[in-house]
């Protein structure tokens, strides 16, 4: 029953490297996303896959990078970190974008942290 | 001015109490409205979608107001599990989710 997986749960980066968010799901759901949320901020859209083989940009896209690598995976990439990209990052999926009735799922979150 | 504002609480009630939310949301070309509830430190899961006729489920009523452009969320006979963060979530003409902030809810013995 693992629905959404994200992986690593936590991260500590210094400032410049690269890393990858790992972001797997087994609902055969087409639609998957990437948020960010920061305190009194809610959650904001980094990046999206309506389907597989489509990526389209959210609110917040700017240095970040995704690939939707099959109809599972979705990952997102930070090509060099900076302080300002300290958040908890969720993946989600869904059955379809363009359908109101479909939630969202949630996986766990990764807590990452850049210094 | 947020797309969806919350009042970011606490709302620090008794068990058993009546406790209603709201949120105001700027588009009134927003489609869909829903309620997630998100546990300190956990993902956010859907509680309820919200429909402009009203709708409820066990001890939570969801209302929408699109001339006055908010929601609302009514939780009756609070217990201790239901302290969270509530987060209200409107669905944009792109099918995408926009979240509040959040309203956080202590519910104390």
């Known amino acids: 029953n693992a629905g959404v997986t994200q992986t690593p749960k936590f991260q500590v980066l210094k400032t410049g490297q690269s890393m990858t968010l790992q972001c797997a799901q087994d609902?055969?759901?087409?639609?998957m996303y990437w948020y960010r949320q920061d305190p009194g901020m809610g959650l904001r859209l980094i990046y999206y896959?309506?389907?597989?083989?489509?990526?389209d940009k959210g609110e917040v896209p700017n240095g970040y990078n995704v690939s939707r690598l099959n109809k599972r995976e979705f990952s997102l990439r930070l090509e060099s970190a900076a302080p300002s990209q300290t958040s908890v990052y969720f993946c989600?999926?869904?059955?379809?974008?363009?359908?109101?009735?479909?939630?969202?799922?949630f996986g766990d979150g990764t807590r990452l942290s850049i210094l | 001015r947020k797309e969806v504002e919350q009042d970011p609480g606490p709302f620090n009630v008794p068990e058993g109490a009546t406790v209603a939310f709201n949120c105001t949301y700027s588009?009134?070309?927003?489609?869909?409205f829903f309620w997630y509830r998100q546990d300190c430190r956990k993902e956010p899961k859907l509680l309820m979608s919200?429909?402009?006729s009203g709708n409820e489920d066990g001890r939570f009523t969801a209302q929408l107001n699109r001339a006055s452009q908010y929601i609302s969320l009514l939780i009756r006979d609070s217990k201790l599990s239901d302290s969270a963060t509530y987060l209200c979530v409107r669905m944009d003409s792109s099918y995408k989710l926009i979240f509040g902030s959040g309203t956080r809810l202590l519910v104390r013995p």
């Open positions: 989600a999926s869904s059955e379809r974008t363009a359908d109101p009735n479909q939630p969202q799922h």
């Open positions: 896959s309506a389907s597989e083989g489509t990526t």
């Open positions: 609902m055969n759901h087409n639609s």
């Open positions: 919200v429909y402009s």
């Open positions: 588009n009134s070309a927003s489609q869909s």
